[in-house]
């Protein structure tokens, strides 16, 4: 039973309608598209205008080509088919060696702890290739690790194949490296033959890095791509930074999963292998230097977990064996089980309200992005970093100011010239001077502070005119003679929008941030009392003020 409610809540959490077209999966079968149609890999920033030049590596382009052609021949639909099984894949990879190894209540337990972890990230994005490769590798190494075999020897095909799909590909060549430690361990660091053949496939592994389009470049691209990263992305923050910040029960669940990891080791510390210890280290370490490996610590300690966890129950039920007897240790177990599914039902009764279940797409700026390309509203555009890759999509070949790929601009620009004329007011109309701005496309539903003071003193700028406005973009043109009719017709102020009719509470709650930023009260008393009669808890906000800090 357990087993099967497991399957549903995993099944839950992936086939829900998909969101990351409105962040980077727009971009991402857009250059897809290009790179098909060209049959070349852009080595620069071309969706920019502010930085069409700019060297860019474009660590997964095989994945991106990929996503297009799934998207090209099925759409959405058949997008989000291919990645839950990639996924699924995955999870029945690593999830069939811990079975044929540990047996199915260590996997029970360790999947109502791990399982929070892995619904972390469940958007459509290249890293789901990685997390496939790295299955396969933690596998085919353990497997390694306790026979011989010259299977092994795929990895390094794989590895090929990896560098080229995801910049995580490194993590390929650091489970090589612990287990050859951990092989030399074994062998008393004599050059044994199996020493030999995994030494042999990590210097292949590290030959085939480099067979990516740019070379060396692109093999130590990992190491060099924070070089030239000045934008503050909280998946990127370390966990402390995280946890003083944002407070999410993410990090409650990951903490939590550390501690029990480390401590079921330590407890059997006697029977556990080096290796275990080694994963445990290096990817608790990753993930609490970036946020966004969590899925990596959930792949790679995965079995470590399951192993320490299988060598302590045994002890456990001796214990209460002991204690109680063998009649009432079996009741005891029973009851266990009973309440890890009602946990797993608990999640489950959350997962579908919350993210909901199909196949359908949350394309929140479309609307948006179809106003500006009908009315042909005229550049140079500008526009947040939120929305800049979502509207790369829509509205290529025309560029846009900026958009999701940090490591695609000069660390100049944010320091310099984004990040500032968002703060301050005055180096905004510099800036706008600068690139003679005639339309703005704005994503306004996250909690910047800086967005919040921008967006007030845009609104009320006299020189500019909001035209549109939805509950998760707005769309800003300057004053010009040639629009003078076309601002007339469309101007929009806190006394003449009106909220559509069909509005839903998601909506309804995008619409009240909005309102709470830009001081419109009147709205805002209406929004509230319509969200009081349909949602008297404030669940919606709850959460999405939650979604929101994640940004």
């Not at 910049?167 to 650091?174: R, S």
């Not at 900026?402 to 301050?424: H, I």
């Amino acid at each position: 039973m357990c087993v099967l409610l497991i399957c549903l809540l995993i099944l839950f959490n992936f086939v829900r309608p998909i969101t990351a077209i409105n962040e980077d999966l727009g971009r991402h079968i857009l250059l897809g598209k290009i790179i098909a149609e060209t049959h070349t890999v852009p080595q620069t920033n071309m969706l920019s205008y502010t930085n069409p030049t700019y060297p860019f590596i474009n660590s997964h382009w095989l994945s991106e080509v990929i996503f297009y052609l799934i998207y090209q021949s099925s759409g959405f639909v058949g997008l989000l088919i291919f990645t839950t099984w990639i996924t699924i894949a995955t999870l029945a990879l690593i999830g069939t060696f811990i079975y044929k190894r540990y047996g199915v209540v260590p996997i029970i337990i360790t999947a109502c702890l791990y399982l929070p972890l892995l619904f972390e990230r469940t958007d459509i994005r290249p890293e789901l290739f990685s997390y496939f490769f790295v299955a396969i590798f933690v596998t085919m190494l353990y497997d390694y690790r306790k026979h011989f075999t010259k299977k092994i020897l795929l990895l390094i095909p794989l590895q090929i194949l990896w560098v080229n799909l995801h910049i995580y590909f490194f993590v390929g060549l650091l489970l090589l490296v612990l287990f050859l430690i951990d092989q030399c361990f074994i062998n008393k660091f004599r050059l044994t033959k199996a020493v030999t053949l995994l030494g042999f496939v990590f210097l292949g592994s590290c030959l085939a890095t480099t067979l990516n389009p740019n070379g060396i470049q692109g093999a130590l691209f990992p190491i060099t791509v924070f070089h030239n990263y000045s934008f503050p992305i909280a998946e990127n923050q370390n966990i402390l930074t995280l946890i003083t910040v944002y407070r999410q029960p993410s990090f409650i669940f990951f903490l939590t999963s550390v501690f029990f990891l480390f401590l079921m080791r330590f407890i059997t510390r006697r029977q556990s292998a080096l290796i275990d210890w080694l994963l445990a280290i290096t990817f608790t370490s990753l993930t609490c230097f970036a946020f966004r490996n969590v899925s990596l610590f959930f792949y790679a300690t995965l079995i470590p977990f399951t192993a320490a966890l299988s060598l302590l129950l045994p002890q456990i039920v001796q214990v209460l064996k002991q204690l109680v007897g063998k009649k009432y240790t079996v009741i005891l177990t029973n009851y266990v089980l009973f309440i890890l599914c009602l946990v797993i039902l608990s999640q489950l009764a959350k997962t579908i309200p919350q993210k909901g279940f199909g196949f359908g797409v949350d394309e929140r700026g479309n609307s948006a992005a179809t106003f500006l390309l009908k009315n042909k509203l005229q550049e140079p555009l500008y526009n947040n970093f939120d929305v800049g890759s979502y509207l790369s999509y829509r509205i290529y070949p025309r560029q846009v100011f900026v958009d999701g790929r940090p490591e695609a601009y000069p660390k100049t620009f944010f320091e310099k010239t984004y990040l500032p004329m968002q703060k301050d007011p005055k180096i905004f109309k510099e800036v706008a001077k600068q690139y003679q701005f005639k339309t703005l496309f704005i994503s306004h539903w996250d909690q910047t502070p800086w967005k919040n003071k921008l967006l007030i003193n845009l609104l009320y700028d006299q020189h500019y005119a909001l035209v549109y406005l939805d509950d998760y973009a707005l769309i800003i043109v300057k004053k010009t003679n040639t629009n003078k009719d076309f601002v007339t017709r469309y101007a929009i102020t806190a006394e003449t929008f009106t909220i559509p009719k069909d509005t839903n509470k998601d909506a309804l709650v995008r619409y009240l941030f909005f309102f709470e930023k830009v001081g419109w009260e009147k709205q805002k008393q209406i929004v509230s009392k319509q969200l009081e009669k349909i949602d008297p808890a404030n669940r919606t906000r709850n959460r999405y003020q939650n979604a929101l800090q994640k940004h």
